[in-house]
C-alpha cells in the first residue's frame, strides 16, 4: 500500500501535492487541539490517505511529448508550449562519472560530487526513476521531440534516451537546440551550449521549425548502438569536441583552474582566502560553461587534498569553505 501511495503523490502536479499537503496539516492541527481518541486521529489520517489514494490518473491526453535532458530546459518548455505538449525532464550529468553500471555510478556521484546530501540524493534518484516512467508508459501514437545541444551531457542523453526508446513506434524528432538557435540568426551572437539557456518563447521558435524534421529509423539506431559503446568507457569525464564525445582524463582541465586561482588570488591579495565559490564561478564563465559547477568544485577540492591550497572551512559544498594558493615551500602564495 505504501509504495501504491508513493507513486499516487509522485503524479499528483506540485499545485495538488501542495493542496492537500496544507488541508492535511489543517486537519491535522484541529484534531489536536481538541479531545480526539488516538484510534479516531489514526482513523482520520487513514481517511486523508484514502482520498489521496484515490484521485483520477494523471492527464494523458497529450498531442505531443518533449524529453529534455535537464530541469531548466524542461521548465523553460512548460513555460513556452501550449498546454497539449507534455514535458519530460530529467535531472543527469552523463559527462561525468561512470555510465556502464548504475550503482556504481551512484557510488562514484556520492563519493565526489557534494550535492548529493542525503535528502538530494533521494530526490535526485526519485525524480530520475519517476521520469524513467513516463518514458515507459509513453502512447505508441503521440509524437516525441527529443531535446539536446552541443554540450557533453546532453549528447550523451539524447543517446541514452535513443536506446530506451529503440523499440517505440513512436515518430520522434530529434532537435538540436545549438543548432537550430543559430540558424535564427540573432542579432545578439549568442551561440547557446545548453538548450536550457535558450528563453521559453525562443524555444518555442526552435520547435515550430524543426518540428517536421522526422529522425530516420536508421540513425535512431546508430545513436542508439553509440550509447551501448560510451556505456564501455573507462573515462570518467567526457567533453564535446570536434563535433564528438570524447573522454578525457578526470584532471583535464586542473591547471587551467590552477591559473584561474591564481588570478582571483592576485584580486583579493596574497595572504587572503579566496570563497571556492567565486573561484568556479570564474572558472565556469572562462569555460563558457561547458564544464557543470559541480565538477568544478570536485576538481579544486582535489587539488586542495593535494596540497595545492591552504584551507579554510568544511568542503561540504562551495559555500562552505576559501581556499588560498600555497607556493612550493607549502606556505600562501
Same mark, same amino acid.
Given at each position: 500500500?505504501?509504495?501504491?501511495?508513493?507513486?499516487?503523490?509522485?503524479?499528483?502536479?506540485?499545485?495538488?501535492?501542495?493542496?492537500?499537503?496544507?488541508?492535511?496539516?489543517?486537519?491535522?492541527?484541529?484534531?489536536?487541539?481538541?479531545?480526539?481518541?488516538?484510534?479516531?486521529?489514526?482513523?482520520?489520517?487513514?481517511?486523508?490517505?484514502?482520498?489521496?489514494?484515490?484521485?483520477?490518473?494523471?492527464?494523458?491526453?497529450?498531442?505531443?511529448?518533449?524529453?529534455?535532458?535537464?530541469?531548466?530546459?524542461?521548465?523553460?518548455?512548460?513555460?513556452?508550449?501550449?498546454?497539449?505538449?507534455?514535458? !519530460?525532464?530529467?535531472?543527469?550529468?552523463?559527462? !561525468?562519472?561512470?555510465?556502464?553500471?548504475?550503482?556504481?555510478?551512484?557510488?562514484?556521484?556520492?563519493?565526489?560530487?557534494?550535492?548529493?546530501?542525503?535528502?538530494?540524493?533521494?530526490?535526485?534518484?526519485?525524480?530520475?526513476?519517476?521520469?524513467?516512467?513516463?518514458?515507459?508508459?509513453?502512447?505508441?501514437?503521440?509524437?516525441?521531440?527529443?531535446?539536446?545541444?552541443?554540450?557533453?551531457?546532453?549528447?550523451?542523453?539524447?543517446?541514452? !534516451?535513443?536506446?530506451?526508446?529503440?523499440?517505440?513506434?513512436?515518430?520522434?524528432?530529434?532537435?538540436?537546440?545549438?543548432?537550430?538557435?543559430?540558424?535564427?540568426?540573432?542579432?545578439?551572437?549568442?551561440?547557446?551550449?545548453?538548450?536550457?539557456?535558450?528563453?521559453?518563447?525562443?524555444?518555442?521558435?526552435?520547435?515550430?521549425?524543426?518540428?517536421?524534421?522526422?529522425?530516420?529509423?536508421?540513425?535512431?539506431?546508430?545513436?542508439?548502438?553509440?550509447?551501448?559503446?560510451?556505456?564501455?568507457?573507462?573515462?570518467?569525464?567526457?567533453?564535446?569536441?570536434?563535433?564528438? !564525445?570524447?573522454?578525457?582524463?578526470?584532471?583535464?582541465?586542473?591547471?587551467?583552474?590552477?591559473?584561474?586561482?591564481?588570478?582571483?588570488?592576485?584580486?583579493?591579495?596574497?595572504?587572503?582566502?579566496?570563497?571556492?565559490?567565486?573561484?568556479?564561478?570564474?572558472?565556469?564563465?572562462?569555460?563558457?560553461?561547458?564544464?557543470?559547477?559541480?565538477?568544478?568544485?570536485?576538481?579544486?577540492?582535489?587539488?586542495?587534498?593535494?596540497?595545492?591550497?591552504?584551507?579554510?572551512?568544511?568542503?561540504?559544498?562551495?559555500?562552505?569553505?576559501?581556499?588560498?594558493?600555497?607556493?612550493?615551500?607549502?606556505?600562501?602564495?
Amino acid at each position: 500500500m505504501l509504495e501504491k501511495l508513493k507513486e499516487t503523490i509522485e503524479q499528483l502536479s506540485e499545485k495538488d501535492a501542495k493542496t492537500w499537503l496544507r488541508l492535511t496539516l489543517i486537519r491535522l492541527d484541529q484534531i489536536t487541539k481538541i479531545d480526539v481518541p488516538k484510534e479516531e486521529m489514526i482513523e482520520e489520517i487513514q481517511h486523508i490517505v484514502q482520498i489521496i489514494d484515490h484521485q483520477p490518473p494523471p492527464r494523458t491526453d497529450y498531442d505531443i511529448i518533449h524529453i529534455a535532458g535537464s530541469e531548466s530546459t524542461a521548465g523553460s518548455l512548460k513555460v513556452g508550449l501550449e498546454r497539449n505538449h507534455k514535458v !519530460i525532464g530529467f535531472w543527469e550529468m552523463f559527462d !561525468i562519472g561512470p555510465l556502464g553500471d548504475s550503482s556504481a555510478r551512484q557510488e562514484w556521484l556520492q563519493d565526489h560530487i557534494n550535492i548529493f546530501e542525503d535528502f538530494l540524493e533521494e530526490e535526485f534518484s526519485s525524480n530520475f526513476r519517476k521520469a524513467i516512467g513516463e518514458l515507459n508508459r509513453i502512447p505508441p501514437h503521440i509524437p516525441v521531440v527529443l531535446w539536446t545541444a552541443d554540450n557533453a551531457h546532453e549528447q550523451i542523453f539524447h543517446r541514452y !534516451i535513443l536506446h530506451q526508446l529503440r523499440n517505440s513506434e513512436n515518430e520522434l524528432v530529434l532537435i538540436n537546440a545549438t543548432t537550430a538557435y543559430q540558424q535564427l540568426s540573432l542579432s545578439n551572437q549568442f551561440e547557446p551550449i545548453h538548450s536550457g539557456e535558450i528563453m521559453p518563447e525562443t524555444l518555442k521558435v526552435i520547435f515550430e521549425n524543426e518540428s517536421e524534421n522526422l529522425l530516420p529509423i536508421n540513425a535512431r539506431n546508430q545513436l542508439s548502438d553509440e550509447w551501448l559503446q560510451l556505456k564501455e568507457t573507462k573515462n570518467f569525464l567526457r567533453i564535446w569536441k570536434n563535433r564528438e !564525445i570524447q573522454g578525457v582524463p578526470e584532471d583535464y582541465i586542473d591547471q587551467e583552474l590552477l591559473h584561474c586561482a591564481q588570478k582571483v588570488q592576485k584580486d583579493v591579495g596574497e595572504n587572503e582566502f579566496v570563497k571556492a565559490a567565486r573561484i568556479i564561478g570564474e572558472m565556469h564563465g572562462q569555460l563558457e560553461g561547458r564544464f557543470n559547477t559541480a565538477f568544478l568544485e570536485y576538481r579544486l577540492r582535489t587539488l586542495v587534498y593535494k596540497g595545492y591550497f591552504n584551507l579554510k572551512g568544511i568542503p561540504k559544498s562551495m559555500r562552505h569553505y576559501r581556499v588560498s594558493l600555497r607556493n612550493r615551500e607549502g606556505e600562501n602564495a
